[in-house]
């Protein structure tokens, strides 16, 4: 049996897959709920490197990935390939190369400084040469362009039809670090904002990363009613809601019992009180000031104000891209969203 992992660097925490490369099949998933490095967004990761040291955070992301294997019960001698995905910041600290030329965009400072442009071509690397313990394993390293654009949203251009489709096009990572393309004709113009954690359920009161027993959705059928993950992270029905009244109609409608809200679900909920009209940005009109999703799990006002600030950071991110295209975000025919 040929066994490969798919890794995932998100900004927010790391995402691991064990592959049967014989059958495709993912045989074992684990995720963490929060990044090695110190910080809740890819600037407070690239100035821990920089202040602090690019070796030690190098360290600290291969140790936590060998620890995430061996809670897996991951034997490293059996792994042949591993493909990482990330935006160009993880993937250099995880790679260990100097990430100072990310740091600066001004290519005045880079060379009054002698700051080398280090090169983000697509390659394959031993997992020796990258530090990981005990494996005999190819890498493979998707390339990066510039400091704006990962892996992240190179993967859902190619895997959708954005580069072929011949209308206006936007596509966006919806993440902490949120990586965004414009097509306009033959031009493609890129750029991220860093949007903060909270579109992947961090910064929220009762927020968490996508796992079981996190509410993802709220839906309008049988009346407002939550989703959340199950044990194979397929949402299930859990709660009929009313809104106004912080109250629940009937009975649970699965056994998943509910743990917190993730990004997607911090987005439905923002979504259906604006629905109901018991959101009028900036506030909740309950009488506790606060919308309930479960028996002790929340959304508040202050969680209203956190998911705004990474609305809005996107939204300018979009208006900026617009901008540079000459062209006003009513033009754009076609989104792709991923996250």
């Known amino acids: 049996m040929s066994m490969g992992i798919a890794f995932d660097i998100g900004t927010s925490g790391f995402r691991v897959q064990l592959v049967d490369l014989d059958t495709k099949k993912v045989l074992r998933t684990a995720i963490t709920l929060r990044h090695p490095l110190p910080g809740a967004n890819v600037m407070d990761h690239l100035n821990f490197a920089i202040k602090v040291s690019e070796d030690i955070a190098h360290k600290l992301m291969i140790d936590a990935f060998e620890r995430i294997l061996n809670q897996m019960n991951i034997d490293p001698k059996t792994i042949e390939k591993i493909a990482i995905c990330g935006n ?3 993937l250099s600290l995880f ?28 390659k394959v690397v031993s997992s020796q040469e990258v530090g990981i313990k005990g494996m005999d394993a190819d890498i493979y390293i998707p390339p990066a362009i ?8 190179l993967a859902m251009m190619l895997k959708s039809n954005f580069l072929d489709n011949k209308e206006i096009s936007l596509v966006t ?15 493609i113009f890129t750029g991220s904002a860093a949007s903060g954690p909270a579109l992947e359920g961090q910064e ?11 509410i993802s959705d709220i839906v309008l059928e049988f009346g407002w009613h939550t989703l959340a993950l199950d044990e194979n992270m397929m949402p299930q029905s859990v709660r ?5 009244k912080e109250e629940f109609r009937g009975k649970k409608l699965s056994n998943v019992q509910p743990i917190g809200v993730t990004g997607t679900g911090v987005i439905s909920v923002i979504y259906a009180g604006l629905e109901t009209g018991v959101i009028e940005l900036p506030y909740i009109y309950t009488k506790t000031r606060r919308l309930r999703l479960d028996e002790n799990i929340y959304f508040t006002e202050d969680d209203l104000k956190e998911a705004g600030k990474a609305i809005g950071a996107i939204r300018a991110g979009h208006l900026t891209l617009a901008q540079e295209a000459g ?5 754009v025919k076609t989104m792709y969203m991923c996250g």
Do not use: F
């Open 88 to 90: 160009p910041i993880q």
């Open 95 to 122: 790679e260990g190369i100097s990430i100072k030329d990310l740091a600066y965009a001004d290519p005045k400072y880079l060379e009054a400084e002698k700051i080398k442009i280090q090169s983000r071509n697509a």
């Open 146 to 153: 510039k400091h704006e654009i990962g892996a992240d949203a």
């Open 173 to 187: 990572d919806y993440g902490t670090n949120a990586e965004m393309a414009l097509k306009v004709g033959d031009k």
């Open 204 to 214: 929220v009161s009762c927020g968490m990363l996508a796992s079981p027993g996190a």
């Open 240 to 244: 009929i809601l009313d809104l106004w």
């Open 327 to 331: 062209i006003k975000l009513e033009d």
